[in-house]
């Protein structure tokens, strides 16, 4: 009995092509699913709760934030480059490092950080009360991002597999 088996140089080079590409295909789909993330905690920004800005008296915290903080949280908010380390290949969502808002002081003369105005509303302070806007965006929105990574991925294999 001989048996003729036709396709298999076509697969083995689609196999191939598909190995040397799959850092990419991994990049682009975690990509896709930090978008997801990152378009949810944009939205839980833009709901914060704002207030007019006040001098604080004795005991007295901001309920969360200005109007013009909560723009700049949304608008420095983003997805930092892919970083290979290997065996992982990670990326973070997060406020840009060199967004500063408000007047300069003599304690932050720059003015005042969006990372700390974002990490003080999350976990509270000593001025602000604990929102964590942040947190439960990326709970909310973990199912979903999966969702697209897989998608994204599937879409990539095959776009490489049709030829």
Do not use: W
């Amino acid at each position: 009995m001989k048996m003729e088996l036709k396709g298999f140089d076509e697969l083995e080079s689609k196999l191939e092509a598909l190995a040397e590409q799959s850092d990419e295909i991994v990049k682009k789909s975690l990509y896709a699913g930090a978008g997801v993330i990152a378009d949810s905690v944009k939205k839980s920004i833009e709901s914060l709760p704002t207030e007019e800005p006040r001098r604080l008296k004795d005991g007295d915290k901001f309920n969360v934030c200005t109007a013009e903080q909560r723009d700049a949280m949304a608008s420095r908010l983003g997805i930092s480059h892919m970083e290979d380390k290997g065996d992982s290949i990670d990326t973070l969502i997060g406020f840009d490092d060199a967004g500063y808002i408000g007047k300069p002081t003599r304690k932050l003369p720059h003015g005042l950080p969006v990372k700390m105005l974002a990490r003080s509303i999350e976990s509270g302070s000593s001025v602000r009360q604990k929102d964590p806007f942040f947190r439960i965006a990326v709970n909310n929105s973990k199912k979903a991002a999966v969702e697209k990574e897989k998608s994204t991925a599937s879409e990539e294999i095959q776009k490489i597999m049709k030829g």
